[in-house]
């Protein structure tokens, strides 16, 4: 399979073929016979976060050593469905040659899915979803790509410091220890920190959420287990730190470790190695450690809930992921971004616009987004005015009104609405917090927030 056309059509730009370029895929890229690239859509330079100036004139390679051009440049032959790493993200991609008198006279790459997530789901939306469609599910799961730089969206400058810090940690293999409250962004920035890292090259990066696992489970998730080591391991278990090797360990809400296991993964650090429970094999530390925490870790260890010595080896970068109430002038920007990716239709007038930058917005980016697709479901196709913005606020499973500054010591009268709801789901959920969280799109630590936030109410 290959396209058939001369060097001059090949070299020649604003074409039907341009536009279809641009228009049917996420990103796409012409090199000749040489591997210089001769076209990059625009979409193939956002991906690489490049102007057309940083990368007219060179080789392919020097941008991105990884692409497999030269497979079919040398042999002639399409390669369909292959997996490209750009900026640390797996793309699908299709390479063709492009052919004039029988002769190689370059290539082109298109770019299907930049993001498998996409993929995912549209997969997950099919009507049917069993058989084949389950198989592509599971396995466009397990290589669906995590985020870059480029997905933490913000042009503040509480944003670019903090894109600039992460960068910056991204270098060294130091530990990372991000901050932020709930729906920041901490997990983009944990991902994208693991990206820069390994641009060319795919590396595990393996994530684990410290408080969704009980205490006693979390340190064979996190260290394995030999076959017998206690009751119920029937098998041996590679750990989490194992299966990062080389790559990235990611640990979710690592406030909530217990004490114990602190102590174990201070000594981890500290050697550098470890042992799989019931074994006696070391097994070499090589996982970068990022951690994030929505907790005040400080307070936590004056508290002596968590150990000061761990929190200094974990946060050799600390990073601190700023509330979007800091940086309310992106509001504007994530809301379009956020529309896009969503594919939300409203539109939003000024007005409507500064409700929404005036808003404390205590479950950030995530209340967010939530807010955005509940607009989407009631008002899709119109333009929706502040005051519909306004009550939609109001509805927010978290919101705080302005004057919230001191304690409550009842329920604001519009929340508990969203509290009716959030309710009802636990109940109907058996009191599945994980999957109450999922279904009202919140983060697990909101409901508690908000369970423990009532309970202080009724005191
Ligand atoms: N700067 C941003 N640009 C675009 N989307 C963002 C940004 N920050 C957060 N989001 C979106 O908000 C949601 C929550 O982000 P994320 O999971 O990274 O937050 P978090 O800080 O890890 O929250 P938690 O502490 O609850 O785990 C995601 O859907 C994410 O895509
Ligand atoms: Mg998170």
Known sequence: MHIEMTEQQMRTRGGLMDELL??????????????????????????????????????????????????????????????DVVEGRKCLVNIFPICCDSQV???LSTVLFKNLTNLKQIIAKLPETHGAEVDNYNTVSRLATSYTFADYIGESQAAKDVIQQCRLAAQSMRPVLLIGETGTGKEILANAIHAEVNRHVWTPCIKINCSAIPDNLLESELFGHEKGAFTGAQATKIGKFELASNGSILLDEI?????????????????????????????????RLISSTNADLRQLCREGKFRSDL????????????PLRDRATDIPLLVENLKQREQLEFTLGEDALRVLMQYRWPGNVRELRNIL????????????SASAVQRELEQSIDYEPPAAQTPQTTMPGKQTDAYARMDALLEQNGHNVAKTARELGVSRATIYNRLKKRKNCKA
Do not use: C
């Open 105 to 107: 006279i370059g290539a």
């Open 373 to 384: 697709s509940r607009l989407d479901i009631k008002y899709r196709g119109q333009q929706v």
């Open 311 to 322: 929190y200094y080896r974990l946060a050799a970068f600390e990073i601190h992921v700023p």
């Open 255 to 287: 406030g909530e470790m217990d004490l114990r296991l602190q102590s174990k993964l201070l000594r981890v650090l500290e050697e550098k190695e470890f042992e799989r429970i019931g074994g006696t094999r070391l097994v070499p530390l090589k996982a």
């Open 22 to 83: 641009e228009k049917a895929f996420d990103a796409a890229v012409i090199v000749d016979r040489d591997g210089r690239f001769v076209y990059n859509t625009k979409g193939s330079l956002a991906l690489r976060g490049l102007a057309l100036e940083e990368i007219a004139g060179k080789y392919y390679w020097e941008i991105n050593p990884g692409a497999k051009f030269h497979t079919t440049l040398e042999s002639g032959r399409a390669q369909l469905g292959v997996i």
